[in-house]
């Protein structure tokens, strides 16, 4: 650069265009101070604002921020903005009306490659992935970093809320928000869900019914035998089978004599085995054995 345009031409045809005039103070001082930090080359400099602020004289970062609009607009810098983490980048051209030096300079082809390669790269025409508006640096990493991946919400569905709620549940809501006209809303279900579990004992309503017995057959003298035949022997069975009993509503009579050890057993069935549990009157004795729960 040095044999084809001597360091003091750049100056005298900046000063010759024109520009150089029309500069704010602001400006000239900042471009003067940035060279500073340059060489012949004009190769990109990097310094602080605070060394800018100190070294101009100027007085505020606002003062800083102007001069380099000024600067830009001449055609005579670009600049990337800095982060949190690093400075500001300067990149110095030639871009003014009436310019007699090349749009970068003539020299930084010839610099052996690399990032400086960049340093004189105008507005129009951007080198090796700087762009020609800086700014559209800072908007792409601004937009990359908004796109987080948000967590998948879990679909409300009337098959989900079977699976938190269980069926006699959903049902259950399902009846009532018809009845209230929201049966197509699910929020409104599933807060009847939430509603009826919280009413009901935990570990009960939920435990899944053997496929062999109906709730029907459960709170029942029937169920109570078809329970029995896989869990006593066949003349305890027997036995049962030939025992009269009375049921009545959420009371069931045993009219005929039974051993204490198949009384236990009934009671305990009537008493742990169903929901809701049943009252059991043993009515054969002149002692009413009664188990109430």
């Not at 000063?15 to 190769?43: C, M, Q, R």
């Not at 899944?208 to 459960?218: C, F, G, R, W, Y």
């Given at each position: 650069m040095?044999e ?14 024109g520009?150089w ?10 471009y ?7 060489d012949?080359t004009?190769?990109p ?7 800018l602020?100190?070294l ?15 600067l830009v607009r001449a055609g005579?810098l ?11 980048m300067?990149y110095?051209?030639?871009n ?23 340093s ?10 700087y ?33 938190d709620?269980?069926?006699?549940i959903?049902n ?5 928000a018809k009845?209230q ?12 869900c ?5 009413q ?14 109906t ?8 169920g109570?035998?078809i329970?029995c ?6 003349s ?6 030939k ?9 069931l ?8 050890s198949l ?7 009537f008493?742990?085995k169903?929901?809701?549990?049943i ?14 729960v």
């Amino acid at each position: 650069m040095g044999e084809h345009y001597p360091y003091i031409k750049f100056l005298s045809d900046i000063i010759e265009s024109g520009i150089w005039a029309n500069l704010s103070p602001a400006a000239k001082t900042l471009y003067l101070v940035l060279l500073k930090f340059s060489d012949h080359t004009f190769k990109p400099v990097w310094p602080s604002n605070e060394s800018l602020i100190r070294l101009t004289g100027l007085k505020t970062k606002k003062s800083i921020n102007e001069g380099k609009k000024d600067l830009v607009r001449a055609g005579l810098l670009q600049f990337v903005p800095g982060t949190g983490h690093k400075n500001s980048m300067y990149y110095f051209c030639f871009n003014y009306p009436g310019s007699k030096i090349p749009p970068q300079g003539g020299i930084f082809g010839t610099l052996g490659g690399g990032a400086e390669d960049a340093s004189g790269a105008s507005q129009s025409t951007p080198e090796r992935g700087y762009p020609g508006n800086p700014n559209n640096i800072n908007i792409t990493i601004n937009n990359t970093q908004n796109q987080k991946p948000t967590g998948t919400k879990k679909d409300l569905s009337l098959d989900s809320l079977a699976a938190d709620y269980g069926d006699p549940i959903l049902n259950e809501a399902i009846e009532i928000a018809k009845a209230q006209g929201f049966d197509e809303n699910l929020h409104y279900i599933r807060g009847i869900c939430k509603n009826l579990s919280g009413q009901r004992q935990p570990n009960f309503e939920h435990r899944a019914k053997a496929p062999s017995s109906t709730p029907d057959n459960e709170r029942s003298w029937r169920g109570f035998l078809i329970w029995c035949q896989g869990n006593l022997s066949k003349s305890s069975l027997d036995l049962l089978e030939k025992t009269r009993v009375e049921p009545d509503g959420n009371t069931l009579l045993i009219l005929d004599p039974v051993p204490d050890s198949l009384r236990l057993i009934i009671t305990k069935y009537f008493t742990d085995k169903i929901h809701p549990s049943i009252l059991v009157i043993f009515s054969a004795k002149a002692e009413e054995n009664r188990v109430h729960v």
